[in-house]
């Protein structure tokens, strides 16, 4: 649940385009350092050590409750948070448009990497990226929100609890800088 609230917070403070990039990077950079980064150039090794990885990351995700959901998740968690938004009452046209363009710039920005990063890495020259790359993309896909954890989180918690929750701490926070005010005036 924090993980999830983390990623939307950011999203709500006008950093999603930038949250989205940095992980889409992460994710490819992060098989690529060290001997990872050699064994991606060896045909079948790479493969074992990338079905290695497969098992290990979802019998460790399955087992040990691992709060991270996946990258696909975590970038559409905030876009549904930012839609979530637009409902609010009261809002602004010029944060309505705000939030219009931060949406359309995460889904523009992460596309357009996938696009490079699909180039870069593909199944002739990667023989261990491609291949966890390939299996992050495929599990998402098939899981209800990209992962099931963030489904199961929004039975706990969803969108407009969350803008409702928001709402209801900044009034209380504005009656208690009144009331600080008035008194020291």
Do not use: C
Request: proline share 3%.
């Amino acid at each position: 649940m924090d993980e999830s609230f983390a990623d939307k917070f950011v999203a709500m403070n006008g950093y999603g385009v930038e949250f989205a990039t940095g992980m889409k990077v992460f994710e490819a950079e992060a098989h690529s350092f060290g001997a990872k980064g050699a064994i991606d150039k060896i045909p079948v090794i790479g493969q074992i050590f990338a079905l290695n990885y497969i098992m290990e990351s979802t019998f460790n995700t399955i087992m040990t409750g691992e709060p991270h959901p996946a990258l696909t998740s975590r970038i559409n968690s905030q876009i549904s948070i930012l839609e979530e938004e637009l409902n609010r009452p009261g809002i602004s046209d010029r944060t309505r448009a705000i939030i219009k363009n931060d949406i359309k710039d995460i889904k523009e920005q992460t596309e357009a990497l996938d696009k490079l990063m699909h180039k870069d890495i593909n199944f002739k020259s990667s023989h261990y990226k491609y291949y966890i790359l390939a299996f992050n993309r495929w599990i998402t896909e098939i899981q209800p929100r990209g992962d099931i954890r963030e489904l199961f989180m929004s039975k706990v918690k969803d969108n407009k609890s969350i803008m409702d929750t928001l709402e209801k701490n900044a009034k209380k926070a504005e009656e208690l800088a009144n009331k600080f005010n008035k008194k020291f005036k």
